[in-house]
């Protein structure tokens, strides 16, 4: 992820997670092929690639929370925030031209 931030690659990482139930797998069979799988996708990782490739469609303030109680989803909503704001400072810096020979 740091990497594709960074540009160093234009691949963006992937985050989904494939489950195959069932069957062997990996074997010869595309998993499109296979009887039941399932596809889970972090939602904290989606975020974060949402939000260094610039495709964030929310602002980081308008989450709501209908938790009584802090969690460790509150501690990943403030930390997201963090991070929002770290990287929207980093994005409002002069970037440093090329190094004097």
Do not use: Y
């Amino acid at each position: 992820l740091i990497l594709f931030q960074k540009g160093q690659t234009t691949t963006p990482p992937p985050f989904e997670i494939f489950f195959c139930f069932g069957e062997e797998w990996p074997d010869q069979k595309p998993k499109e092929k296979k009887l039941i799988t399932v596809q889970v996708v972090p939602v904290a990782a989606r975020l974060l690639l949402e939000m260094f490739s610039g495709e964030l469609s929310w602002s980081a303030d308008s989450i709501p929370l209908q938790i009584s109680h802090p969690d460790l989803k509150d501690k990943m909503v403030e930390q997201f925030k963090e991070l929002h704001q770290l990287w929207q400072n980093q994005q409002r810096l002069p970037q440093p031209g090329p190094a004097p020979w």
